[in-house]
């Protein structure tokens, strides 16, 4: 029994042995793996990704004041450089010089240029038809970091002029309290149905940010059509039809229309629409067209200007060429409609 024992003993601790070697040596291999992708592949680094803050003088969420970031989306859709100016806006211009002949862009991640060049935004775009100077103040933002934004850009010198405010029907319409805690509308991974979903994907949006070595990885992947539908299939994916398309009910339409008004009896303000994808994607296309259209009626009804792309979005009958392919946010080629609408729109108006 004794020479059982001890030999059952010898085979426990050769098992842990050869499972810590085991261990061990995936630990170093991962590491070298990681430092080898930052220094070889240098915008797949963390550390020169986009950073938010919340700015102390402005009181709301903006890029990281005088830095160049890149923004990289793991299923390879866009890798660009996003630079910040000193003020933390995405735009080479400086907003202190705006003066009431200019026009202003506000809004969220689209008019921000989530995923384009700055040069392909439909506020550059704008300017370019336009002949004007056209200044970019959109962030990770919703309303309640919109209204705080324009006290700020008057604190730096700017006097407003026209503003297009883009109002993103996903996440944009909400029942806004007075003293509601400002958040991030960033493209973000929704809560799932159970504890193990929600775990998976809050370990998934932790490697996003800190790993080079696992962006490359999933890059990778993301290219083997194969590999890619089975992931699709267990769940370790999620693809962008996922995501909620965004359905507010009558209270919030009418909160946010509301909040919307008052910002245009103060400043001459045109509401431009960003459709939802849920009009063309998912079980509740109907429903999240009555909403689209319920937004606009509502402020219409209070006096504001508002501006309608989806018509032009739905000529040809393939609205999502406009977007990126997975992911909700408009292409260059989005963005470049997007600003003939509004020059169409805007030189109408004058």
């Given amino acids: 029994m004794g020479t059982v024992l001890t030999g059952l003993a010898q085979t426990g601790a050769s098992f842990g042995g050869k499972a810590a070697v085991f261990l061990l040596s995936t630990a170093v291999s991962v590491f070298i793996a ?18 938010w803050q919340t700015h102390p003088r402005a009181g709301t969420v903006l890029g990281q ?37 200019d026009m202003y862009v506000v809004g969220d991640s689209f008019a921000f240029g989530w995923g384009v060049e700055e040069s392909e935004r439909f506020s550059n775009v704008l300017a370019r038809l336009s002949n004007e100077r056209v200044f970019n103040l959109a962030a990770s933002l919703n309303i309640d970091g919109y209204e705080k934004l324009f006290p700020y850009a008057e604190s730096l010198g700017a006097k407003f002029g026209h503003v297009v405010l883009s109002l993103n029907m996903i996440d944009d319409v909400r029942r ?10 960033s493209p973000v991974v929704p809560p799932t149905r159970n504890g193990l979903d929600i775990s998976l994907m809050t370990v998934k949006n932790f490697l996003l940010r800190e790993s080079a070595f696992y962006l490359l990885m999933t890059q990778s992947l993301n290219h083997l059509q194969p590999l890619r539908r089975f992931l699709i299939s267990v769940g370790i994916i999620k693809t962008i039809n996922e995501i909620s398309s965004g359905l507010p ?15 245009d009896r103060r400043y001459d303000l045109t509401v431009l629409l960003i459709p939802s994808r849920g009009l063309w994607v998912g079980a509740r296309r109907s429903e999240t067209r009555e909403v689209h259209d319920r937004v606009i009626r509502a402020l219409r009804e209070r006096g504001v200007t ?35 609408v509004l020059q169409n729109a805007l030189s109408g108006d004058k």
Avoid: C, M
């Avoid at 990681?34 to 915008?43: G, Y």
């Avoid at 806004?176 to 509308?185: D, G, P, Q, R, S």
């Avoid at 009910?249 to 910002?263: F, G």
């Fill in 34 to 51: 990681e430092w080898s992708v930052r220094l070889a592949l240098p915008d797949y680094d963390p550390a020169g990704q986009v950073v």
């Fill in 176 to 185: 806004y309290a007075v003293e509601e805690v400002e958040t991030l509308t």
């Fill in 306 to 340: 508002v501006i309608d792309p989806l018509p032009e979005l739905e000529k040809g009958d393939n609205p999502l060429q406009y977007h990126f392919r997975n992911d909700g946010h408009w292409n260059p080629r989005g963005h470049r409609l997007i600003g003939e």
């Fill in 65 to 101: 004041p005088g830095t160049t970031a890149r923004q990289i989306k793991n299923s390879g859709d866009y890798n660009v450089s996003v630079r910040f100016n000193r003020h933390g806006f995405r735009d080479r211009q400086d907003v202190s010089t705006g003066h009431d002949k």
């Fill in 249 to 263: 009910d009558r209270d919030a339409i009418s909160v946010t229309a509301d909040r919307l008004a008052a910002l």
